[in-house]
C-alpha cells in the first residue's frame, strides 16, 4: 500500500513539473548566412519566451524585436545570448536582423495565442 502512495506522489510530482513548464516556451534560435533557423515561434498568452540566439554564421547577426523592446547586441560569428520576455497580448509580432541588409531575408514570426 505504501507503495502505492509513493508511486501516486512521484507521479503527481512528474505531472507537477510538467504543468510548470509548459509556462516557459524554450526557443534555441541560430543566426545564419542569411536567416533565423527558427522562423515561427509559437506562444500563449502569458508564457515566458526564452531564447538562446546563436550567430552560427559568418556575419554578425542580431535580434531585434520591436514591440517587445528587446534587441540584442550585435553577435560575432560564434557569440550567443540569452534574453527571456512574457507574452502579454495575442497577436502577431516580427522580429528582424537589423544589421544594414539583412531583413529582408532574415525575419521571423511570434505569434501569440490565447
Ligand atoms: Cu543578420
Known sequence: MKTVWLLTLVTCALLLSGCGS???????????????DVIDID????QTIEVQFTNTGTL?????????????PILKPGESTTFSFTAAE?????YICSVPG?????????IVTE
Open 22 to 36: 509548459s509556462d516557459t516556451v524554450n526557443v534555441v534560435l541560430a543566426g545564419e548566412d542569411i536567416f533565423f
Open 43 to 46: 506562444a500563449q498568452v502569458g
Open 60 to 72: 554578425e547577426h542580431n535580434f531585434v524585436l520591436p514591440e517587445f523592446d528587446i534587441e540584442t
Open 90 to 94: 495575442p497577436g502577431e509580432y516580427v
Open 102 to 110: 539583412h531583413e529582408t531575408l532574415m525575419h521571423g514570426k511570434l
